[in-house]
């Protein structure tokens, strides 16, 4: 078990909602990714934080944003739902922003959208 | 788009065998990754090798790195039923991306 957490476990949501998906990093990270991964694939990286910016973003529409906050929680959230965005959503902490440091995964938030 | 094709996608092998997955990747790496995932929950990761290294060992696990031909293996000695899981191979680049592959799922009989 790693010290990140995420809430909620399991999300049902409609074609057009807005959702907030929450991490707590791990005690000592600064760094948080977030990560989509549909059913039978790999993670695809969404977007990272370091110190309350974005520090690097995937292939991902403007519909999908996020938050740092002091103290190195974070939130991602996805406006306008589509079916397509029904995928678990992983985040992951660090204690840094450069290549090379471990990534310490949450449990995840399943998102369904119908 | 996702970098890191695994190789093979499916692997079914007894306890006590040794299981090896392969993932080859497209463009230069500075490092590479592998993680387990368990029943689609969080990923953990297992091991980091990084591209002047070519082999790295952490007690059941060994893995190699091949940057000429741009691939890499794990190698899973004496497996456990507990192995059971999908194992992704992750590269990390320029930029703050890691991307990972589709991975490979690992059944060990009991």
């Known amino acids: 078990e790693t010290g990140v957490t995420q809430s909620p476990t399991h999300l049902i949501k409609t074609r057009g909602q807005q959702v907030t998906l929450r991490c707590s990093s791990q005690s000592g990270h600064n760094t948080v990714s977030w990560y989509q991964q549909a059913l039978g694939q790999g993670p695809q990286f969404i977007f990272q934080y370091y110190r309350e910016e974005e520090n690097g973003r995937g292939n991902f529409p403007p519909r999908f944003s996020g938050l740092q906050f002091p103290n190195y929680s974070s939130e991602l959230n996805v406006n306008a739902l589509e079916l397509d965005d029904s995928a678990l959503y992983l985040c992951?902490?660090?204690?840094?922003?450069?290549?090379?440091?471990?990534?310490?995964f949450g449990p995840g938030t399943r998102l369904t959208v119908l | 788009s996702q970098q890191g094709e695994e190789d093979p996608q499916a692997l079914s092998i007894q306890e006590g065998e040794n299981a090896t997955m392969n993932c080859s990747y497209k463009?230069?790496?500075?490092?590479l990754q592998w993680y387990r995932q368990n029943s689609g929950r969080g990923l953990v990761h297992l091991i980091l090798?990084?591209?002047?290294?070519r082999e790295k060992h952490s007690g059941r696990l060994r893995v190699t790195l091949d940057t000429s031909k741009k691939s890499s293996s794990l190698l899973i000695t004496a497996s456990r039923a507990a192995d059971t899981a999908s194992y992704f191979c992750?590269?990390?680049?320029?930029?703050?991306?890691?991307?990972f592959g589709a991975g490979t799922r690992l059944f060990v009989k009991a």
């Open positions: 090798i990084r591209s002047n290294e």
């Open positions: 992951a902490s660090s204690s840094g922003s450069g290549t090379g440091n471990e990534q310490f």
């Open positions: 463009t230069s790496i500075n490092n």
């Open positions: 992750a590269t990390e680049g320029g930029g703050f991306k890691t991307i």
